[in-house]
């Protein structure tokens, strides 16, 4: 068998940017990157609870798939649909953005925002006279 061939004959596919591997969630790996890097992690807990991601589900069509993606769980329609990755990598990534929109108002996201704020996340002004002062997102 080739080395990118499975047992069953198919190939391979390699792991997205959005499977979890080496033990990280899809949410810590996605707020890890560079170009996410004024987004705070939303706790599960928040995204679990449907009070908080009410309503959100109209405007995506691949809601319960972005869904699964961003919680690390499995799908089991996505064996059954034929689902274009790019698609569904943007439909989660546009989730997530809605979810922590949501998240950044509550008193716990506003929270992980000053701890942001405070460590210079968002970098420090670069005139003299600001005297390195924290920015904002």
């Not at 908080?52 to 405007?59: F, V």
Request: aromatic share 12%; with cysteine; glycine share 4%.
């Amino acid at each position: 068998i080739p080395k990118n061939m499975s047992s069953n004959g198919f190939p391979e596919q390699e792991p997205s940017d959005y499977e979890s591997k080496e033990g990280k969630t899809w949410i810590s790996k996605f707020c890890s990157k560079e170009i996410n890097s004024y987004f705070c992690e939303v706790e599960e807990e928040f995204i679990t609870d449907a009070f908080n991601i009410y309503n959100i589900s109209r405007d995506f069509h691949l809601f319960k798939h972005s869904l699964a993606v961003i919680l690390d769980a499995d799908d089991p329609e996505a064996n059954d649909a034929e689902i274009d990755q790019d698609e569904l990598q943007t439909s989660t990534t546009n989730l997530y953005g809605m979810i922590h929109a949501r998240y950044i108002v509550t008193a716990s996201g506003l929270e992980a925002m000053l701890r942001k704020y405070k460590s210079c996340a968002y970098g420090t002004c670069p005139r003299v006279y600001c005297n390195n002062q924290n920015l904002l997102p």
